[in-house]
């Protein structure tokens, strides 16, 4: 969609951790999972007095479902820069008319687990105040002509964000929230670096990388990893209740080309499934109720 412009040579300025209690949760049933076994390794259990706004309230996922095939560390598979787009054309026009109608000009951004474009709308009218672009490659984050600043960070590493508490009108995180290992606390830091009334929008389709993608998204339908991240925003105190946008593809045997035959034949689809599962931080701004 956007085309590579000048290297930035802007990252984004290390900031002190603010001082936070540590996160403190429960373990759920979760669906098409088996229950949580709890471990040593697991934060503590959550206490009748710890339901402050951006506190976890309950673990989402099990150990099994947070493994992934791939045991190579995140930054080691990332190290080599892809110059492409991972869905198609219209999943990419949806999620443009979606940042369109939901980001406000002069807004804030935090661009989560980006890349060299991050698919924000190019027209003046949509220009922000400041966008921050967070990944895993330099490279490809220099490459993205839309960001002022970026940072290089592996969240399953260390799932804090090095910026200030409610700093940002918006955090974006498109067809990544797959290969979250804890999205339970860096949905809890996004929260805390959004402003009151702030949106998280996380989009996805049927992609991935299989070998990085965590267990629990692996083995789910689309219906399901909807589900799912509907429970990471349900699991942080504070976030309003989930809105889902979808726009799923025409079936192949509605499509009465040459090519629609080929690809019913196949059983595919010939285009990629668009899902956007929204929240705000603490309310919905007015000026978005629809």
């Known amino acids: 969609m956007f085309s590579s412009s000048r290297p930035t040579s802007r990252p984004w300025p290390t900031l002190p951790s603010p001082s936070r209690p540590p996160f403190r949760t429960h373990h759920p049933f979760i669906l098409l999972l088996p229950k949580l076994s709890t471990s040593s390794s ?32 995140d930054r080691e598979f990332y190290s080599f820069p892809r110059f492409v787009t991972h869905v198609d054309d219209g999943f990419i026009a949806a999620l443009t008319e979606l940042y369109r109608e939901r980001l406000r000009p002069g807004a804030h ?5 980006s890349s060299w474009v991050s698919h924000l709308p190019p027209e003046a ?14 490279q490809e984050l220099a490459r993205n002509p839309r960001l002022d600043y970026f940072f290089v960070k ?10 200030d508490a409610e700093s940002f009108d918006a955090v974006l995180c498109a067809v990544s929230v797959q290969y979250l290992q804890w999205p339970e ?20 389709s049927n992609r991935l990388f299989y070998e990085k993608a965590v267990s629990a998204w692996r083995d789910a339908t689309d219906y399901s990893r909807v589900q799912l991240v509907m429970q990471y925003f349900q699991c ?18 509605d ?30 701004p007015t000026n978005e109720m629809q």
Not at 42 to 57: M, V
Not at 109 to 113: K, N
């Open 125 to 138: 009218q949509c220009r922000y105040g400041r966008v921050v672009g967070h990944g895993l490659n330099a």
């Open 42 to 73: 697991d934060p503590s259990p959550s206490s009748p007095s710890s339901s402050a706004a951006g506190s976890i309230r309950r673990l989402v996922l099990t150990p099994e479902g947070r493994t992934k095939l791939s045991t190579l560390p």
């Open 236 to 253: 942080v105190e504070g976030f309003t209740q989930p809105e889902v946008v979808k726009k799923l593809p025409v079936k192949a045997d």
């Open 185 to 204: 606390k860096v949905f809890a830091e996004v929260f805390r670096v959004l402003k009151p009334g702030g949106v998280f929008i996380v989009s996805f």
């Open 255 to 284: 499509d009465q080309t040459p090519l629609g035959g080929i690809m019913m034949l196949l059983g595919f689809s010939r285009s990629d499934p668009f899902y956007a599962v929204i929240s705000y931080r603490n309310f919905k």
């Open 109 to 113: 951004v935090l661009d989560l687990m």
């Open 154 to 163: 592996d969240l399953n590493r260390d799932h804090q964000l090095q910026l």
